[in-house]
């Protein structure tokens, strides 16, 4: 089966659930966002930036990002005709995707089970914070909170076992939204084979939790509870980032052997005493607080990118450290085109990330932005569903296409 066969439905929210889908669209799959103005995605309602009102909020920024390509349909599922029309996309659907927490759906007289009666080759995905069943099921949860609670946060932070939270990305959302993915595309193949659909359980919680998975491990081994290591590696030293001139110049570098160490020494002109006393990686890695010292202080002396380029010259793994600005410009991306500017018809040019995969065969988006709310619902309900012009009226005048 093509992407470009696919038709997804989802109601989804955040990152987690959004951004599962938002690769099937770039694919070419036809993907339905079914929202409502009474329980909006959160990227359509966050807190506007200074001079930003709530309304224009609703077309830019993480909206877009996470639901490019999609279209938006308004149904309002707590109504006897928003049911209706969303059951009429189910009944053609080959997947539906949903993050919100377990229940919901009875909540407004639907389930899992009536949905996969209705269509026996729909693939559901629900992707909870804690999974569908379970003591935690019904718990409320966010980024922080899920990374949080699968062990991830307790190893991130200074050696002295200060824990600095990663609240600058929300990590658990990103690695379920990939796993939801993965186990997407297994299903579709496996329903090749049986004809049967599946129903799909992911806890971004035990998600999270697997990318702690070498702590895991080391914890198994040894029974020492691993905690913050900082910057370091237990293999190699110096390893972190480093302070370089300038107010605010950082560089992430790594000697992995007794060579890359001596060519790290010559670039930086450290002394032969230096050089000499930390030869060897045992050394280094027994006095790795020393180490640090020695190399920041030459680094200090030098701007960024001049000690960069001159490092990685010499053949040590070396890397400025970048704000947005400056990734969005650095050659590699621009050249592989990880950014693409979508046209929006009252905001602009947006710039938006293409996944980071590339086909010889398949032109991958995004196509276009997402949609204001609603923006396709009548094509959508006439197409999928099968309604006429007098019955999508009649719907919106009863509230079930808000």
Same mark, same amino acid.
């Given at each position: 089966?093509?992407?470009?066969?696919?038709?997804?439905?989802?109601?989804?929210?955040?990152?987690?659930?959004?951004?599962?889908?938002?690769?099937?669209?770039?694919?070419?799959?036809?993907?339905?966002? &079914?929202?409502? $103005?009474?329980?909006?995605?959160?990227?359509?309602?966050?807190?506007?930036? #200074?001079?930003?009102?709530?309304?224009?909020?609703?077309?830019?920024?993480?909206?877009?990002?996470?639901?490019?390509?999609?279209?938006?349909?308004?149904?309002?599922?707590?109504?006897?005709?928003?049911?209706?029309?969303?059951?009429?996309?189910?009944? =053609?659907?080959?997947?539906?995707? @949903? $993050?919100?927490? #377990?229940?919901?759906?009875?909540? &407004?007289?639907?389930?899992?089970?009536?949905?996969?009666?209705?269509?026996?080759?729909?693939?559901? *995905?629900? %992707?909870?914070?804690?999974?569908?069943?379970?003591? *935690?099921? $019904?718990?409320?949860?966010?980024?922080?909170?899920?990374?949080?609670?699968?062990?991830?946060?307790?190893?991130?932070?200074? =050696?002295?076992?200060?824990?600095?939270?990663?609240?600058?990305?929300?990590v658990g959302d990103i690695v379920a939204a990939y796993y939801g993915l993965v186990a997407v595309l297994a299903a579709l193949h496996e329903r090749e084979r049986t004809g049967r659909g599946a129903?799909?359980?992911?806890?971004?919680?035990?998600?999270?939790?697997?990318?702690a998975g070498v702590a895991f491990a080391e914890f198994g081994l040894t029974d020492v509870v691993p905690g913050p290591q900082g910057n370091t590696d237990p293999r190699y030293s110096p390893h972190?980032?480093?302070?370089?001139?300038? @107010?605010?110049?950082?560089?992430?570098?790594?000697?992995?052997?007794? +060579? +890359?160490?001596?060519?790290?020494?010559?670039?930086?002109?450290?002394? %032969?005493?230096?050089?000499?006393?930390?030869?060897?990686?045992?050394?280094?890695?027994?006095?790795?607080?020393?180490? +640090?010292?020695?190399?920041?202080?030459? *680094?200090?002396? !030098?701007?960024?990118?001049?000690?960069? !380029?001159?490092?990685?010259?010499?053949?040590?793994?070396?890397?400025?450290?970048? +704000?947005?600005?400056?990734?969005?410009?650095?050659?590699?991306?621009? @050249?592989?085109?990880?950014?693409?500017?979508?046209?929006?018809?009252?905001?602009?040019?947006?710039?938006?990330?293409?996944?980071?995969?590339?086909?010889?065969?398949?032109?991958?988006?995004?196509?276009?932005?997402?949609?204001?709310?609603?923006?396709?619902?009548?094509?959508?309900?006439?197409?999928?569903?099968?309604?006429?012009?007098? =019955?999508?009226?009649?719907?919106?005048? %009863?509230?079930?296409?808000?």
């Open positions: 089966m093509k992407a470009r066969d696919l038709l997804v439905v989802e109601t989804t929210t955040g990152i987690a659930g959004p951004l599962l889908s938002r690769p099937l669209a770039d694919l070419g799959a036809r993907v339905i966002k &079914v929202e409502s $103005n009474a329980r909006l995605d959160t990227n359509r309602r966050r807190v506007p930036p #200074p001079g930003m009102t709530v309304e224009q909020l609703k077309d830019v920024l993480n909206v877009h990002e996470m639901n490019s390509g999609k279209m938006s349909v308004a149904l309002n599922l707590k109504t006897d005709g928003g049911r209706e029309g969303f059951l009429a996309l189910i009944s =053609q659907a080959d997947v539906y995707v @949903e $993050n919100f927490a #377990p229940g919901w759906l009875a909540r &407004v007289g639907l389930s899992h089970a009536m949905l996969q009666e209705l269509n026996p080759r729909l693939i559901i *995905l629900s %992707e909870s914070a804690y999974g569908e069943e379970g003591p *935690l099921s $019904n718990r409320r949860a966010y980024a922080p909170i899920m990374t949080a609670l699968a062990g991830v946060e307790s190893v991130v932070g200074y =050696q002295d076992g200060r824990v600095v939270p990663q609240m600058a990305g929300a129903l799909i359980d992911i806890s971004q919680i035990e998600a999270s939790a697997s990318i972190g980032i480093y302070r370089t001139a300038g @107010e605010d110049g950082w560089v992430a570098l790594a000697a992995w052997s007794d +060579d +890359d160490w001596h060519k790290l020494c010559r670039v930086l002109n450290l002394s %032969e005493h230096d050089e000499s006393r930390f030869s060897e990686e045992s050394i280094r890695l027994k006095q790795r607080a020393e180490v +640090d010292v020695v190399v920041e202080a030459a *680094l200090r002396e !030098r701007p960024r990118d001049g000690v960069f !380029r001159q490092l990685q010259e010499a053949g040590v793994a070396c890397v400025p450290v970048l +704000d947005c600005y400056e990734a969005e410009a650095l050659p590699e991306f621009v @050249e592989r085109e990880l950014w693409t500017r979508v046209r929006h018809p009252s905001s602009g040019d947006l710039h938006i990330t293409r996944v980071p995969w590339r086909f010889d065969s398949i032109d991958l988006g995004p196509r276009k932005t997402f949609e204001a709310l609603g923006g396709s619902t009548d094509r959508v309900l006439r197409e999928f569903g099968g309604f006429t012009s007098e =019955q999508i009226e009649q719907h919106r005048s %009863e509230g079930a296409l808000a």
